[in-house]
């Protein structure tokens, strides 16, 4: 059963930074697309950033840059480093892994960026 267990968001002021961890465990951790997501309140939930098993890199919009997605295959663990945060990325910032038909979501960490 696969697993994703998010870690390391919080409170921070506009321009610092934040680095989230997931966690996967019950999967072939290597063979995935791992993706981070976010989600504010009344808003979609949308694409931050995914990485392939070959580790090519895509990110949505204005945060390359700002934030950038790595995996530690030998630890089962994807990162998102979030560095000059702005009062617009507050969100409840998820974890998701891809491959083939299955699409596994953690629980969600929030983010809060405010002064």
């Known amino acids: 059963q696969v697993q994703l267990v998010e870690s390391g968001g919080g409170l921070v002021q506009p321009g610092g930074s934040l680095r989230l961890s997931c966690a996967a465990s019950?999967?072939?951790?290597?063979?995935?697309?791992m993706g981070w997501y976010r989600q504010s309140p009344g808003k979609q939930r949308d694409l931050v950033a995914r990485?392939?098993?070959?580790?090519?890199?895509n990110y949505k919009g204005s945060e390359e840059g700002r934030f950038t997605i790595s995996r530690d295959n030998a630890k089962n663990t994807v990162y998102l480093q979030m560095n000059n945060l702005k009062v617009e990325d507050t969100a409840v910032y998820y974890c998701n892994a891809r491959f083939a038909t299955e699409n596994a979501w953690g629980q969600g960490t929030q983010v809060t960026v405010s002064s």
């Open positions: 019950g999967i072939t951790f290597s063979k995935y697309v």
């Open positions: 990485i392939t098993s070959g580790g090519t890199i």
